[in-house]
């Protein structure tokens, strides 16, 4: 219903549900795998000459349950295709990320930090309200 509703073609939801994702004919997309803290695909668009390699998260809340993303993460960027990641990461990079609730423990983010730099990715930043 949403699909319709949306006006797009094609639409994957990860087993807990937590990942909608929605595409159009235009796009061409073929699933590599669907996790519950991620999606992770391959698409081509016409306009553009080669496909690139999208990974959409939502992960989990607690730092070890996070473990088999970051792992799968790695694999990931030791494919030779152009790769974004985009979603809820659940950790920070900075205290300056974080706003109210339970104080925060930076030692938490030095996995991730690690692995984004394992990876060879580069924080974009964002436009909006800086907290959701």
Request: proline share 4%; glycine share 6%.
């Amino acid at each position: 219903m949403v699909r319709i509703q949306l006006q797009m073609d094609h639409v994957v939801s990860n087993p807990n549900g937590k990942i909608g994702l929605f595409w159009s004919t235009e796009i061409i997309g073929h699933i590599l795998e669907n996790h519950e803290q991620h999606i992770t695909g391959n698409f081509k668009h016409p306009n553009l000459t080669e496909q690139f390699m999208i990974s959409f998260i939502y992960a989990k809340c607690k730092d070890h349950m996070r473990r088999p993303l970051w792992d799968r993460l790695l694999f990931y960027a030791s494919i030779d295709v152009p790769w974004c990641t985009t979603g809820d990461f659940n950790v920070v990079t900075s205290i300056e990320e974080k706003l109210k609730g339970m104080s925060y423990n930076i030692n938490k983010s030095f996995k991730f930090i690690s692995v984004i730099e394992a990876c060879g990715l580069t924080d974009l930043g964002y436009t909006g309200l800086p907290f959701t």
